[in-house]
């Protein structure tokens, strides 16, 4: 099931009628007890994690299920009117299990995700680097060139907490702040979707109901 859309905004309003509906959500579907709170606490921290990176966006918040042979698969959904800049990226991002776009997947996902990512242009640099792909999926240039990849030093989630653990006493404070931040406990999956004019993030958490 899906419910139905909340619009939420970067000043916050939206977010009580966001977490009332989380509430209906998990009783709807069975979800009781800790596993409740979990679900609230996840939706609460989603919408303050948005809050706290982006600015100035409309966003439409939704929650939907899919039963699994792992079980019944909560989503809770949040997508932004808002293109990241290349800080704001990295920061959500870094939230995200793998670390990288999900919308760049396919031949047509990374030619998408080197448009969009040109956009972000700070420098003379990027846009002689967006000139060189336009002309190129245009067909105006030769074809023959081989575009470098923008620097991409985002960092996974699930690599950041293995290497954390493996030097628990040497790196205490830091295993202390990552054990500390809900969406890292409680989340089973993060993905992001970073476009054009949207940044969409999906926190998915598995429950036994």
Known sequence: MKTDV????????GREEAMDTAE???AYNGIKGKEAMHLRL????????????????????WLETKQTKYGLLCMICLSADKQANRVQEKQILSVSTSGKN???????????ELLRRSLQTTSADDENFLKSINEACLGIGTGS??????????WSLQ??????????????????????????KLADEVKVWLEN???EVVIERYFNV
């Open 6 to 13: 909340i619009t939420v905004y970067s000043d916050l309003r």
């Open 24 to 26: 209906r959500f998990a």
């Open 42 to 61: 996840l939706t609460e921290e989603t919408i303050c994690m948005v809050h706290g990176i982006l600015d100035d966006f409309r966003a439409d918040f």
């Open 102 to 112: 999900e919308n760049a997947k396919g031949i047509g996902g990374k030619i998408r």
């Open 145 to 154: 060139t081989i575009f470098p990849a923008p620097s991409a030093d985002f």
């Open 159 to 184: 690599l950041y907490r293995q290497k954390l653990s493996d030097n628990k006493d040497k790196k205490a404070e830091e295993w202390d702040e990552l054990e500390k931040s809900i969406i890292s």
């Open 197 to 199: 004019d949207r940044t």
